[in-house]
T-cell receptor, first 120, second 109 residues
Framework: GAVVSQHPSWVICKSGTSVKIECRSL??????MFWYRQFPKQSLMLMAT?????????EQGVEKDKFLINHASLTLSTLTVTSAHPEDSSFYIC????????????????FGPGTRLTVL | GQNIDQPTEMTATEGAIVQINCTYQ??????LFWYQQHAGEAPTFLSY????GLEEKGRFSSFLSRSKGYSYLLLKELQMKDSASYLC??????????FGGGTRLMVKP
């Protein structure tokens, strides 16, 4: 099946610093990638939709200037948490949707392993 | 809205059968996913239902009723490793996913 990787798997940073998280589709091209955030014992909340070659679409309540998304190629999207604060500590998960031939077959999203961010 | 409701927690015994229900609003509905998520890990795909009826995959089955806005995940012959959260996710117009709050299943010996 399709494999999505994330790097780093965990990161600890000081308040005020920026952190970049990479999401890669390893064996397929992903025109669309999604970024989710998950707090302990809660479900996944969609933060933004990342489309290759265009600006990301952010969900209501997500600050686009704080969570910078770049989808520079068909296999890579990055999320940068700028000026991180302790309340940004969370589990960040990306997913990628394969669209062979421009049309989804099962429209399954394949999830990366997640990145646990802890801001001190 | 796209309210997705599923029970917060369930407990079952090893070897038993458990059914996890999920209800959702029907407007703009494309399909219904079920994912399994172990603590600290990303979700893994279990099933995707588009049409009404039951789909069986080994010990796991998923059912959908589009008209009722209802789905369930059925787990048979429960094993300890099935202890996890089970996420119901609605595939919306525009192929976006909205997740329910997840059901934490605890399997006891």
């Amino acid at each position: 099946g399709a494999v999505v990787s994330q790097h780093p798997s965990w990161v600890i940073c000081k308040s005020g610093t920026s952190v970049k998280i990479e999401c890669r589709s390893l064996d397929f091209q992903a025109t669309t990638m999604f970024w989710y955030r998950q707090f302990p014992k809660q479900s996944l909340m969609l933060m933004a939709t990342s489309n290759e070659g265009s600006k990301a679409t952010y969900e209501q309540g997500v600050e686009k200037d704080k969570f910078l998304i770049n989808h520079a190629s068909l296999t890579l999207s990055t999320l940068t948490v700028t000026s991180a604060h302790p309340e940004d500590s969370s589990f960040y998960i990306c997913s990628a949707r394969e669209l062979p031939g421009g049309q989804p077959i099962t429209d399954t999203q394949y999830f990366g392993p997640g990145t646990r961010l802890t801001v001190l | 809205g796209q309210n997705i409701d599923q029970p917060t927690e369930m407990t079952a015994t090893e070897g038993a059968i458990v059914q996890i229900n999920c209800t959702y609003q029907t407007s703009g509905f494309n399909g219904l996913f079920w994912y399994q998520q172990h603590a600290g890990e990303a979700p893994t795909f279990l099933s995707y239902n588009v049409l009404d009826g039951l789909e069986e995959k080994g010990r796991f089955s998923s059912f959908l009723s589009r008209s009722k806005g209802y789905s369930y995940l059925l787990l048979k012959e429960l094993q300890m490793k099935d202890s996890a959260s089970y996420l119901c996710a609605r595939n919306n117009a525009g192929n976006m996913l909205t997740f329910g709050g997840g059901t934490r299943l605890m399997v006891k010996p």
